[in-house]
């Protein structure tokens, strides 16, 4: 099945730096979405992005799936954009999203 | 339009009690898919339900759990006889698709 794989693992920001999270996945995609998981464990749909570029106020995405990798923008960041960013995929008619396994942002004040 | 729903959020069960853990999809959405994140680690898909029928199981384990979404009422996720392995937070997620997926609050099971 189709593997994703995300780096880095750990990022650490002064509030006000811009980041780039990445997410490779091994195969041709149907759906692919990026997530923020929360402090309190809540998980945030950010993006739903198979290909192409999306944009929704300080974050944007962009999907190149030729390329098969998925790229996750923030910008100024702020204490409340820590916490967990997750890329998921699925690829065939399977349906069931595979998780990569995060990267870990804290941004300090 | 309200989102998913979860219920409960926290559940407490006692080593081979059964835990019923219950989704509600957003409105409109005919597709629920349940999820496991165990302590420390990533998401893994359990299994795809659409009304009445089990899509793919693939991820649950072959023992102990069960999942249904019928005609009327709430997804649920039931597992019988828990071990303090059970122990994770349990995502549901539903579809108007199967394409873009929306994930609810979770229910966090803690097994003594």
């Known amino acids: 099945g189709i593997q994703v794989e995300q780096s880095p693992p750990d990022l650490i920001l002064q509030e006000g730096a811009n980041s780039t999270l990445r997410c490779n996945f091994s195969?041709?995609?149907?759906?692919l979405q990026w997530f923020h998981q929360n402090p309190w464990g809540q998980l945030i749909n950010l993006f739903y992005?198979?290909?192409g570029t999306k944009q929704n106020g300080r974050l944007s995405a962009t999907t190149v799936a030729t390329e098969r990798y998925s790229l996750l923008y923030i910008s100024s960041s702020q204490t409340t954009d820590s916490g967990v960013y997750f890329c998921?995929?699925?690829?065939?008619?399977?349906?069931?999203?595979?998780f990569g396994q995060g990267t870990t942002l804290q941004v300090k004040p | 339009n309200a989102g998913v729903m979860q219920n409960p959020r926290h559940l407490v069960r006692r080593r081979g009690q059964e835990a019923r853990l219950r989704c509600s999809p957003m409105?409109?959405?005919?597709?629920v898919y349940w999820y496991r994140q165990l302590p420390e680690e990533g998401l893994k898909f359990m299994v795809y339900?659409?009304?009445?029928?089990?899509?793919?199981e693939s991820g649950m384990p072959k023992e102990r759990f069960s999942a249904e979404f019928p005609k009327e009422g709430p997804s649920i996720l039931r597992i019988q006889q828990v071990v303090r392995g059970d122990s994770a937070a349990y995502f549901c997620?539903?579809?108007?698709?199967?394409?873009?997926?929306?994930f609810g609050p979770g229910t966090r099971l803690t097994v003594l």
């Open positions: 997620a539903s579809s108007p698709d199967s394409y873009e997926q929306f």
């Open positions: 339900l659409q009304k009445e029928n089990i899509i793919d």
């Open positions: 992005i198979p290909s």
């Open positions: 998921a995929a699925w690829s065939g008619n399977t349906g069931k999203l595979i």
């Open positions: 409105k409109g959405h005919s597709h």
């Open positions: 195969d041709s995609v149907n759906n």
